[in-house]
């Protein structure tokens, strides 16, 4: 994986602000002045927070296996109809009356849940979760993540067994017995996680305008279906894996005149003609020495004056540093592949690749996905 932290000199003023953050730091490293600053007024309430959040990195796996356990045994779809006894919730999650008191104490705790009562019913993250079952798809899947993270270390040295992530992405692999297995998995969880980002990146991006366009890695072709919603008149193409677009040929949801188009981006070209073609949650999952060659095939697949437009999460933002540099980063190494860009860099490769005026567009939840575009000019 390429090497990404920029070779670069700090200025005069860069040296000053490290210099006061290496006295912060020893000041703060101090027991004396972390009793101090818990006790005086003025920063028991900066000193009680930070405290927290450390708590919270230490304890997020077990925040995390308590959500799971809330999805695995349906506890927010079984709450959707109103607050049940405590006693009617073991009953139905086949747990003893401790196991879900504990489990119910632990998402009341997480804001997963509430006490209504004598009874227990949804809370605030608890409802909006059974409103996503992209989400709900995700902490699922989740568990092969947490079993790939178990060793860290093992992980970032190169030390560890083939992990489970990897197994799951073999559809990338090509035409393996693996692969084919893996592919339904794989489109039936990208099918469901879609309507995270679709809507998002359809408001940001006027798609409206085009008249044919490709969807490249388009799995099942749901994200297609929503931009035929918001473009009837616009001529659609697909493009990815044979064993994935097998699954495409039978969404109801994509009008009779897509075209589906089956091939390896990495080796084979794409269909001509496009005036756009849109790459969602794909570029993150591939090297440089993937993407570049396919940028470069974008760009050979699209009239003068066509566009592409890339979404997905995007790293060095403040904002979404803990999706993309933490989350992403360690998700796409269990993977095998594939690193979070900046925008910036994205731009910088679609300049390469020959296309011309790239820039950035504001997406609602940049959490979820950022959006670059650019265009064709010959």
Same mark, same amino acid.
């Given at each position: 994986?390429?090497?990404?932290?920029?070779?670069?000199?700090?200025?005069?003023?860069?040296?000053?602000?490290?210099?006061?953050?290496?006295?912060?730091?020893?000041?703060?490293?101090?027991?004396?002045?972390?009793?101090?600053?818990?006790?005086?007024?003025?920063?028991?309430?900066?000193?009680?927070?930070?405290?927290?959040?450390?708590?919270?990195?230490?304890?997020?796996?077990?925040?995390?296996?308590?959500?799971?356990?809330?999805?695995?045994?349906?506890?927010?779809?079984?709450?959707?109809?109103?607050?049940?006894?405590?006693?009617?919730?073991?009953?139905?999650?086949?747990?003893?009356?401790?196991?879900?008191?504990?489990?119910?104490?632990?998402?009341?705790?997480?804001?997963?849940?509430?006490?209504?009562?004598?009874?227990?019913?949804?809370?605030?993250?608890?409802?909006?979760?059974?409103?996503?079952?992209?989400?709900?798809?995700?902490?699922?899947?989740?568990?092969?993540?947490?079993?790939?993270?178990?060793?860290?270390?093992?992980?970032?040295?190169?030390?560890?067994? @083939?992990?489970?992530? +990897?197994?799951?992405? =073999?559809?990338?692999? !090509? %035409? $393996?017995?693996?692969? *084919?297995?893996?592919? &339904?998995?794989?489109?039936?969880?990208?099918?469901?996680?879609?309507?995270?980002?679709?809507?998002?990146?359809?408001?940001?991006?006027?798609?409206?305008?085009?008249?044919?366009?490709?969807?490249?890695?388009?799995?099942?072709?749901?994200?297609?279906?929503?931009?035929?919603?918001?473009?009837?008149?616009?001529?659609?193409?697909?493009?990815?894996?044979?064993?994935?677009?097998?699954?495409?040929?039978?969404?109801?949801?994509?009008?009779?005149?897509?075209?589906?188009?089956?091939?390896?981006?990495?080796?084979?070209?794409?269909?001509?003609?496009?005036?756009?073609?849109?790459?969602?949650?794909?570029?993150?999952?591939?090297?440089?020495?993937?993407?570049? @060659?396919?940028?470069? +095939?974008?760009?050979? =697949?699209?009239?003068? !004056? %066509? $566009?592409?437009?890339? *979404?997905?999460?995007? &790293?060095?933002?403040?904002?979404?540093?803990?999706?993309?540099?933490?989350?992403?980063?360690?998700?796409?190494?269990?993977?095998?592949?594939?690193?979070?860009?900046?925008?910036?860099?994205?731009?910088?490769?679609?300049?390469?690749?020959?296309?011309?005026?790239?820039?950035?567009?504001?997406?609602?939840?940049?959490?979820?996905?950022?959006?670059?575009?650019?265009?064709?000019?010959?």
């Amino acid at each position: 994986m390429t090497a990404t932290m920029p070779d670069r000199r700090a200025g005069p003023f860069e040296r000053l602000a490290g210099w006061l953050k290496q006295r912060r730091d020893r000041l703060v490293a101090d027991p004396a002045f972390q009793r101090f600053s818990a006790s005086f007024p003025l920063t028991r309430g900066t000193a009680h927070r930070h405290a927290s959040d450390l708590f919270d990195l230490c304890a997020g796996f077990v925040y995390s296996q308590v959500l799971f356990a809330c999805v695995r045994l349906d506890l927010f779809a079984m709450l959707t109809r109103g607050p049940l006894p405590l006693s009617d919730i073991a009953a139905r999650a086949r747990l003893s009356p401790e196991a879900a008191d504990r489990l119910v104490r632990a998402a009341i705790a997480l804001g997963l849940l509430e006490w209504r009562g004598d009874t227990v019913g949804l809370g605030l993250k608890g409802a909006a979760l059974t409103g996503n079952p992209g989400a709900l798809a995700m902490v699922e899947h989740h568990a092969m993540l947490y079993a790939d993270l178990a060793d860290p270390i093992a992980l970032l040295r190169g030390e560890a067994p @083939p992990s489970q992530l +990897r197994r799951f992405w =073999a559809y990338g692999d !090509g %035409g $393996s017995a693996e692969a *084919a297995d893996s592919a &339904a998995d794989y489109t039936a969880l990208m099918a469901r996680s879609q309507a995270l980002v679709a809507d998002d990146i359809l408001d940001a991006y006027p798609v409206d305008k085009h008249r044919v366009v490709l969807d490249v890695g388009g799995g099942n072709g749901t994200f297609l279906a929503a931009l035929h919603r918001r473009a009837p008149a616009a001529e659609l193409h697909l493009f990815d894996l044979p064993a994935v677009t097998a699954h495409a040929a039978h969404n109801p949801a994509l009008p009779e005149s897509v075209v589906i188009h089956g091939g390896r981006f990495p080796h084979d070209p794409l269909p001509a003609g496009m005036d756009l073609v849109t790459l969602v949650r794909v570029v993150h999952d591939h090297d440089d020495a993937v993407v570049r @060659p396919l940028l470069k +095939r974008v760009h050979e =697949a699209l009239v003068p !004056g %066509g $566009s592409i437009v890339i *979404a997905e999460p995007m &790293a060095e933002s403040a904002a979404v540093a803990p999706m993309a540099d933490a989350y992403f980063g360690f998700y796409l190494l269990a993977m095998g592949q594939g690193r979070a860009r900046s925008p910036d860099t994205l731009m910088a490769m679609l300049v390469e690749a020959g296309f011309q005026a790239p820039r950035r567009v504001a997406t609602r939840r940049p959490l979820f996905a950022g959006l670059v575009t650019a265009t064709r000019h010959s």
